[in-house]
């Protein structure tokens, strides 16, 4: 059996790991967030993109994003891979990394129970990475079909442009939620791998992988730029 405070940092890690977005988004409400906020700018973009004569430059950004998924997917994968070699080396594995002055794992239970998390983590990563790869390719379809606009086209039904505009800004913002997902996977994954260094250590490195994804999150540079972005976007809707 893992030792109680191991337990408790595992409970904590959990909680974190499961319910950071959700408590984000509730304590921030409708705004605020810049994953939210660059939901409503994907939307404008993508009703940009569907009243454009040339959408070459639309098609080169879905592309570099599809190329920033897939990069995550394979590293992804090459660290499970890694994780899992050490998990199933059993006894010299733990005979190795037991022999480490810094590394905290009493027995072979325990050392397995902190390889298994940061393997979880990843997979689940892993998960939302291919995900968000397959939406991206659905946006692209979308993006390919919609009407052509320009001298020589016909005159193409608005009912038509917006549709595709909107099916594809909410296809490219799930696609980029989960690529989203994946990314904070690895946040949580170094916070779980952080537990061979003791349970303290472990709780307070989730701790802060959660400090420091909120504060990106609400507070960067980035998220303030794009919020003060968003709010010009809604103001001039009203007017």
Not at 8 to 23: M, N, T
Not at 97 to 114: C, G, K, M, N, Y
Not at 142 to 166: K, R, S, W, Y
Request: charged share 15%; hydrophobic share 55%.
């Amino acid at each position: 059996m893992l030792h109680p405070v191991d337990l408790a940092a595992l409970g904590f890690f959990v909680l974190c790991w499961v319910f950071y977005e959700p408590a984000l988004k509730a304590l921030r409400g409708p705004g605020g967030v810049l994953n939210t906020d660059m939901a409503r700018i994907r939307v404008a973009w993508m009703l940009q993109m569907s009243r454009r004569e040339s959408r070459f430059m639309d098609g080169q950004l879905l592309g570099h994003a599809l190329n920033s998924a897939s990069f995550f997917a394979s590293s992804n994968l090459l660290l499970i891979a890694a994780v899992a070699g050490v998990l199933f080396g059993g006894e010299d594995s733990f005979r190795s990394v037991s022999s480490l002055a810094l590394i905290r794992t009493s027995t072979r239970l325990l050392f397995e129970t902190q390889l298994a998390l940061v393997l979880i983590t990843l997979a689940r990563g892993l998960l939302d990475f291919i995900w968000s790869i397959r939406q991206m390719n659905y946006t692209l379809t979308i993006v390919g079909a919609a009407p052509e606009i320009g001298d020589g086209a016909a005159a193409p039904d608005p009912t038509v442009i917006d549709a595709v505009a909107q099916a594809a800004a909410r296809v490219l913002n799930g696609s980029l939620t989960a690529f989203n997902a994946g990314v904070r996977g690895y946040y949580f994954a170094l916070a779980a791998a952080a537990w061979i260094f003791g349970p303290v250590a472990f709780a307070s490195a989730t701790l802060g992988a959660v400090l420091l994804l909120a504060w990106r999150q609400t507070h960067s540079p980035a998220a303030v730029a794009v919020r003060d972005l968003r709010g010009v976007m809604d103001r001039s809707e009203e007017i």
